[in-house]
């Protein structure tokens, strides 16, 4: 029964780091970039839902409404202001760039709101038994994995379904042949830095009712995580940021429960090197065959 | 048709092409022959706005589109089958097609191009389901076109349709850009197979290492002393 809790909480976890993990994959996939200022925007969701909760006393949907609009602007603002001007620059001065972003981020943050932590007002507290007591098994993640599944679903039918799906999947495998079909690049490449960002504001909220502290570096740790479930699966691969988040939260957590709580991040990268020796490219990330 | 005006491309110090003009009337087929490295992919890819160019001017139906952002030509009726077909490889057939009709709204003209498409490629709609990566090199050369002509072109550029295909395939691909012409899309191809290419154009101009050298009727020109050595083999 407990292996069983520990997976239910691994999987809640897991999908927290799926949804983060959701929005590096699509912005490398189609960018072919590596937007490390992610986790910053998962941080800045979390002050807007903080402020709109404790100072504006809104309830939670509306928190999170919000928190979304202020990830989205800030994704998309970032994006045109930061990494639209290096579109046709080295990948190296793209990654420094969003290293300097994240710095900036954080700092901006500790300016506004002090570095001090603030603590998220309780949310989705509660559990619920099962099996006459002797399962207990709380809201939270049970509404974690539901909304992450959603996201999932929603996001292949509109990936796989829609025209802007469509052509975002162009987009990601040839740029240059997508102009010629006269998509706007430029525009795709936004929407796929709102998709990211606004889902950063989802993972904020469901990370803060975990552990409900806010702070400037609040995203830093989840972001690598969710960094590394990205590369895990297979980056660029949607599936693949999926699986990789769940069997990320679900190791860290077993590791947590079995074996030490010092070394559970040494054994969830450890995972991470072994699947990478034996699958350079994730999971289910795609073999690059160059048909000549 | 299409103009091209005083073109200057260059890349960094190299100048690609030194300043060129030509120009397409309505319903010609024209081609631009060269060897390897005389700038004709370059020539392409500024008049569909991929490249900016130094200085000179790209007119589509009298409006200057050298400003005009890339996607945004399209929509104006310049549809570019690019060099080495790039279709979608991870998408299907049918997928790719419809990407070649993504600025249009109006269904029913997509769906009778469709149709139009799949009755110029037979083997297109046989594999319609298919990813667009597995195809074969012809059939793949076959998508580019389909998909080029789903945007309901007025003009349609075509870079080196022929690489890399059989000698049967090339004639095969040959019959169909002059049936494409036939239906009243205008053709500015470039081509290596300058045999092939002068076979069924109106006009050509001949590229050398960013300057145009020669240019009249397609019989003229291979008939010409000058072309028959650099570029038919004696």
Redesign the interface.
Known sequence: MAFLSYLISGLGLGSVYAIIALGYSMVYGIAKMLNFAHGDIIMAGAFAAFFAMTAAGMPLIVAALISMAVCTLLGVTIERLAYKPLRNASSLSVLITAIGVSYFLQNAAQLLFGSDTKIFPAVLSGSFSLFSGALSVSYLSVVTIVICLVIMGGLTLFINKTKTGKAMRACSEDKGAAVLMGINVNRIISITFAIGSGLAAIAAILLCATYPSVYPTLGSMPGIRAFTAAVFGGIGSIPGAFLGGLLLGVIETMAKAYISTQLSDAIVFAVLIIVLLIRPTGLLGRKVSVKV | MLKVENLVVRYGMIEAIKNISFEVNDGEIVTLIGANGAGKTTTMQTI?G?LKPASGAVYLDGTDITKV????I??MGL??V?EGR??????TVM?NL???A??RKDKEGIEADMKNVFELFPRLEERKAQLA?TLSGGEQQMLAMG??LM?KPKIMLMDEPSMGLSPLLVKEIFRIIRNINKQGTTVLLVEQNAKMALGIADRAYVLETGKITLEGTGTELAASEQVRKAYLGG
């Open positions: 569909s991929l952002a890339p996607h945004k399209v929509s549809a570019q690019p790039r279709v979608f490889a991870q998408q997928e419809e990407l070649g993504y600025y990566g998909r080029a945007a």
